[in-house]
């Protein structure tokens, strides 16, 4: 079986004079390999075939026979990497925290530690007999969040 270890060091290798950068690698117990990878202006998929190449080059099928799989994450994948969540400052994003708060608004920070959303909240203002809506900056740690992924609003 195919080491994670090993693919993401020949993986690192290729992407580190590029623009791109690696999200996930994940080996199944089949030995299907799925490697991840994402650019700032979105994956060519000439850079996936080289990568792909470059990857079955330095394993050999003869000796380890598996199957590859190399792309970009996918729009409605949730983030994984710091990366994906600054790419995306300034999109509408949606956010499911581990309370169980499912939150749409903008991404409009990502830090190292932290993320923060602008989101609509309904809030009483006095005078007003009904609640008035509001934006609100939300900022959440990353172990406080089950996933944060594009909102699509479709």
């Known amino acids: 079986m195919l080491n994670k270890q090993d693919i993401e060091k020949v993986v690192t290798e290729f992407l580190k004079d590029s623009d791109y950068y690696l999200i996930d690698i994940t080996v199944g117990a089949d030995n299907k390999i799925v490697v991840e990878i994402d650019n700032i202006d979105g994956v060519d998929i000439d850079f996936c075939a080289a990568l792909t190449r470059h990857i079955e080059k330095c394993f ?32 509408d994003v949606e956010v499911l925290t581990c309370d169980g708060r499912k939150l749409h608004g903008q991404l409009v920070e990502a830090e190292p530690d932290h993320f923060s959303i602008d989101t609509e909240v309904k809030v009483a203002v006095e005078g007003k007999k009904r609640k008035q809506t509001q934006i609100q900056t939300l900022t959440f740690g990353y172990a406080d969040v089950k996933y944060t992924k594009y909102d699509l609003k479709i």
């Not at 000796?63 to 590859?68: G, I, N, Q, R």
């Not at 996918?74 to 600054?86: D, E, N, S």
């Open 60 to 91: 050999d099928r003869d000796k380890e026979d598996y199957e590859l799989e190399v792309g970009s994450s996918g729009i409605t994948a949730p983030f994984k990497i710091l990366m994906q969540y600054q790419k995306n400052v300034g999109n």
